[in-house]
Nanobody, 117 residues
Framework: QVPLVESGGGLVQPGGSLRLSCATSDYIFTWYNMAWYRQSPGKEREMVAELPRSGGDPNYGDFVKGRFTVSKSRADNALILQMNSLKPEDSAVYFC??????????WGKGTLVTVSS
């Protein structure tokens, strides 16, 4: 059973928007810190947005610059990434991550985002 399942990727034009979702179990949703990462070909995986389990303020990668918003949907047990004003350089595979306080780490299989005209 895959603990994290991403969806919502696809092809979008520059300036467009996408909403990514990471569905998980109630246990992980409640007790794990969750985050979005991305990886482009030839580049290292980088943090996009992270949301502490405690409900504190989210952290974003410097490149986000107010364009993305991370949130949780309790109704769906899902981590959401709303991405606006997308740029071609945002094209990547976006991965969901969950990490417990004891360092147990889970990764989803990723969802592909392509920003192109």
């Amino acid at each position: 059973q895959v603990p994290l399942v991403e969806s919502g990727g696809g092809l979008v034009q520059p300036g467009g928007s996408l909403r990514l979702s990471c569905a998980t179990s109630d246990y992980i949703f409640t007790w794990y810190n969750m985050a979005w990462y991305r990886q482009s070909p030839g580049k290292e995986r980088e943090m996009v947005a992270e949301l502490p389990r405690s409900g504190g303020d989210p952290n974003y990668g410097d490149f986000v610059k107010g364009r993305f918003t991370v949130s949780k949907s309790r109704a769906d047990n899902a981590l959401i990434l709303q991405m606006n004003s997308l740029k071609p350089e945002d094209s990547a595979v976006y991965f969901c991550n969950a990490e417990s306080s004891r360092g147990v780490n889970h990764w989803g299989k990723g969802t592909l985002v392509t920003v192109s005209s």
